[in-house]
Protein backbone atom coordinates (compact mmCIF):
# COMPACT_ATOMS: atom_id res chain seq x y z
CA UNK A 1 0.00 0.00 0.00
CA UNK A 2 3.01 2.10 0.25
CA UNK A 3 1.98 3.90 -3.04
CA UNK A 4 -1.08 5.66 -1.44
CA UNK A 5 1.04 6.79 2.20
CA UNK A 6 3.61 7.71 2.98
CA UNK A 7 5.45 6.60 6.28
CA UNK A 8 7.67 8.69 9.02
CA UNK A 9 9.50 6.33 11.33
CA UNK A 10 9.94 9.00 13.85
CA UNK A 11 11.71 7.22 16.71
CA UNK A 12 14.54 7.48 19.14
CA UNK A 13 14.48 3.50 20.13
CA UNK A 14 16.85 1.51 18.43
CA UNK A 15 14.75 -1.66 18.44
CA UNK A 16 12.14 0.17 16.83
CA UNK A 17 14.37 1.61 13.81
CA UNK A 18 16.02 -1.42 13.39
CA UNK A 19 12.33 -3.47 13.10
CA UNK A 20 11.29 -1.13 10.67
CA UNK A 21 14.45 -2.15 8.34
CA UNK A 22 13.58 -5.61 8.89
CA UNK A 23 10.29 -5.25 7.79
CA UNK A 24 11.21 -3.44 4.84
CA UNK A 25 13.42 -6.29 3.82
CA UNK A 26 11.10 -9.04 4.32
CA UNK A 27 8.45 -6.74 2.14
CA UNK A 28 11.28 -6.44 -0.63
CA UNK A 29 11.38 -2.75 -0.37
CA UNK A 30 14.29 -0.57 -0.72
CA UNK A 31 15.91 0.68 2.72
CA UNK A 32 15.59 4.43 0.22
CA UNK A 33 11.99 3.85 -0.64
CA UNK A 34 10.57 7.40 -1.44
CA UNK A 35 7.64 6.97 0.44
CA UNK A 36 9.67 5.68 3.96
CA UNK A 37 11.50 7.66 6.00
CA UNK A 38 13.12 7.74 9.42
CA UNK A 39 13.41 11.02 11.83
CA UNK A 40 14.98 11.34 15.13
CA UNK A 41 15.33 14.55 17.04
CA UNK A 42 18.31 17.10 16.31
CA UNK A 43 20.74 16.35 19.11
CA UNK A 44 19.19 13.08 20.13
CA UNK A 45 20.02 9.53 18.98
CA UNK A 46 22.50 10.56 16.14
CA UNK A 47 24.03 7.11 16.15
CA UNK A 48 20.78 5.74 14.94
CA UNK A 49 20.51 8.48 11.85
CA UNK A 50 23.93 7.57 10.85
CA UNK A 51 23.16 3.64 10.77
CA UNK A 52 19.99 4.04 9.22
CA UNK A 53 21.80 7.00 6.56
CA UNK A 54 24.91 4.51 5.89
CA UNK A 55 22.16 1.88 5.88
CA UNK A 56 20.40 3.80 2.43
CA UNK A 57 17.47 4.81 4.44
CA UNK A 58 16.15 8.29 3.78
CA UNK A 59 16.41 10.20 7.31
CA UNK A 60 16.26 13.58 9.09
CA UNK A 61 16.94 15.41 11.71
CA UNK A 62 13.83 17.90 13.43
CA UNK A 63 13.71 20.89 15.29
CA UNK A 64 10.94 21.75 16.85
CA UNK A 65 9.29 25.42 16.38
CA UNK A 66 7.45 27.74 18.20
CA UNK A 67 7.23 29.54 21.62
CA UNK A 68 9.37 29.01 24.47
CA UNK A 69 6.54 28.12 26.62
CA UNK A 70 5.20 25.50 23.94
CA UNK A 71 9.14 23.83 22.80
CA UNK A 72 10.38 23.71 26.21
CA UNK A 73 7.96 21.42 27.58
CA UNK A 74 8.08 19.27 24.76
CA UNK A 75 12.01 19.02 24.16
CA UNK A 76 11.37 17.80 28.17
CA UNK A 77 9.00 14.95 27.28
CA UNK A 78 11.46 13.55 24.53
CA UNK A 79 14.47 14.10 26.77
CA UNK A 80 12.85 11.77 29.75
CA UNK A 81 11.68 8.95 26.45
CA UNK A 82 15.24 8.86 25.62
CA UNK A 83 16.63 8.13 28.69
CA UNK A 84 14.16 5.71 29.84
CA UNK A 85 14.81 3.56 26.53
CA UNK A 86 17.13 0.50 27.39
CA UNK A 87 19.91 3.15 28.77
CA UNK A 88 19.89 4.57 25.24
CA UNK A 89 21.41 8.33 27.00
CA UNK A 90 24.09 6.37 28.60
CA UNK A 91 24.93 4.64 25.81
CA UNK A 92 25.07 7.75 23.35
CA UNK A 93 27.39 9.57 25.73
CA UNK A 94 29.66 6.64 25.52
CA UNK A 95 29.35 6.79 21.77
CA UNK A 96 30.18 10.42 21.80
CA UNK A 97 33.32 10.03 24.26
CA UNK A 98 34.70 7.32 22.25
CA UNK A 99 34.34 9.23 18.97
CA UNK A 100 36.00 12.25 21.23
CA UNK A 101 39.14 9.66 22.07
CA UNK A 102 39.45 8.70 18.34
CA UNK A 103 39.72 11.81 17.08
CA UNK A 104 42.28 13.44 19.46
CA UNK A 105 44.66 10.75 17.88
Given at each position: ?????????????????????????KQNLPHNHP???????????????????????????????????????????????????????????????????????
Open positions: HLDNIAVIVASHNEQSNLLATQLLDHVHFSQLYGMSDNITFNLAKSGCSVSKYLPFGPIKDVVPYLMRRAQENSSVSGQTGRELGLIKKELERRKR
